[in-house]
């Protein structure tokens, strides 16, 4: 929160007060960390979802804004995503802030990976963040203002790891949506960025450890971490602090990139350095 001029006396304002946001997969991890930032600092939230976190979570964001709703939709669903962004728009009579989280991440090698398979991160990765720009951009071209964050990853973007191609696939095109939206709607005030998120530590990531190791996952998550040049996985709570600089006035001519949180992970290292840090 910051404090206003000397006229606010004292008033506290955040730094989306008032606004209205709508976020896909807000009902856990970093979704719903940045739920929580948003509704922290002032903004109506409503949260996308499909399981029944999305009530533990709406109660949860209740605390800070007491306006917080839980919407259970499938992002692949088009007519659906459409009908829940016009009702919430209908409601506030605007939408400001569009932050799209949902997605899903399952190894598996190429030559595995049938239609189905591949249709299901498309539909969901892909199509669900393209639904969602699809349903909230019209309303912000109506009142010339938006802010739109989509989460991509390091991985399709920047690196690249085996098992991967159908999630990196989605994620190359999610980056590349974002800048071209960004460039379709820079004349509207609208802003569009990505965040390309390293190793964060969310239910999709435990998943995954889960996965590799169903005895103890805890060592892979160790594993991951001590390879991370900042010697730890992100959080929900650091997730939601980047979703709220792309989000608020404070980025208002930041528009088109692949913001990296990541713990330094993909920066490369000079071959034979040699170095030990203490
Ligand atoms: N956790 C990581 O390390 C990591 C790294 C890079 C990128 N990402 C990306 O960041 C985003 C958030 O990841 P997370 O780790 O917080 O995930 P998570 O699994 O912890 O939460 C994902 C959320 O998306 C929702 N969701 C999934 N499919 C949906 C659907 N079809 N319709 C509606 N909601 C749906 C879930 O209900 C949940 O709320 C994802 O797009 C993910 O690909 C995560």
Not at 190 to 202: C, E, F, S, W
Request: proline share 4%; hydrophobic share 45%.
């Amino acid at each position: 929160m910051i404090e206003t001029g000397k006229g606010g006396e004292g008033l506290r304002r955040g730094r989306v007060e008032g606004k209205v946001a709508v976020i896909t997969g807000g009902t856990m991890g970093m979704g719903f960390g940045s739920a929580c930032a948003l509704a922290r600092e002032g903004a109506h939230v409503t949260v996308i979802g499909r399981s029944d976190a999305g009530l533990a979570a709406a109660d949860e964001l209740r605390k800070y804004d007491e306006s917080a709703e839980f919407v259970r939709m499938d992002v692949s669903d088009a007519k659906g995503m459409k009908a829940v962004y016009d009702e919430v728009a209908a409601k506030y009579g605007k939408i400001d802030i569009a932050v799209n989280a949902a997605g899903v991440g399952r190894q598996m090698r190429f030559t595995d990976v049938d239609e189905d398979f591949l249709d299901m991160y498309l539909n969901i990765n892909f199509k669900g963040m393209w639904n969602a720009c699809h349903a909230a951009i019209p309303h912000m071209v109506k009142r010339n203002y938006g802010k739109i964050v989509n989460f991509s990853s390091v991985t399709g973007v920047m690196v690249a790891d085996p098992g991967m191609t159908a999630y990196s696939s989605t994620k190359g095109a999610i980056m590349g949506m974002t800048k071209a939206l960004a460039s379709e709607f820079a004349a509207n005030n609208i802003t569009v960025n990505a965040i390309l998120p390293g190793m964060v530590d969310t239910p999709m990531a435990r998943r995954g450890f889960a996965e590799s190791d169903p005895v103890n996952p805890d060592a892979i998550a160790e594993a991951i971490a001590a390879q991370i040049p900042m010697k730890r996985m992100g959080t929900i709570e650091e997730a939601g602090a980047v979703a709220l600089f792309l989000s608020c006035d404070d980025s208002a001519y930041v528009t088109g990139i692949g913001l990296v949180f990541d713990g330094g992970s993909t920066l490369p290292e000079t071959p034979g350095s040699g170095w030990e840090p203490a």
